[in-house]
């Protein structure tokens, strides 16, 4: 099976990144697809070669709001980051970097902002991994 774009960035925005925890996705090189493994739940395809697929936030990490709280501070006026920063506190990071309608706090401008720059780096990600598996199968 081709590895699309679609298929390879939805793997890395929900990849938990973590085998011995919540699973992580992995790439089977002899198989040439994504799947999905777990120290609790095994895929038998463990035993072939594979490399693992990135993660945009990996479990526990905290890198998706790490980087949002450095793009409010860099983007927008001190009351507004004052405000996310107060929601936050209350109702934490990850509700904090949603849309208002879903109960988060960005207004539909500064989502579409935030997405732009979260896609960039599922982009940027997505490249990433295919040099890697394109230098990994010209090596073999």
Known sequence: ?????RM????????????DGPGEYRYSLSERSIYFSSSAKPDTRDKGEWVPVPSLNPDGSKRMEHA???????RWRPSRQK???????????????????????????????????????????????????ERIENAS
Not at 1 to 5: D, E, I, K, P, V
Request: hydrophobic share 40%; net charge negative.
């Open 1 to 5: 099976m081709t590895l699309t774009n």
């Open 8 to 19: 390879l960035v939805g793997a890395i925005a929900s990849n938990p990144g973590r085998y």
């Open 68 to 74: 949002f709280r450095n793009f409010i501070r860099r």
């Open 83 to 133: 405000e996310l920063e107060e929601f936050a506190r209350k109702r934490g990071w990850e509700l904090a970097m949603e849309l208002k309608y879903g109960g988060g706090a960005l207004e539909d401008s500064e989502a579409d902002e935030w997405q732009y720059v979260v896609n960039r780096e599922l982009e940027r990600l997505a490249d990433n991994f295919r040099l890697q598996i």
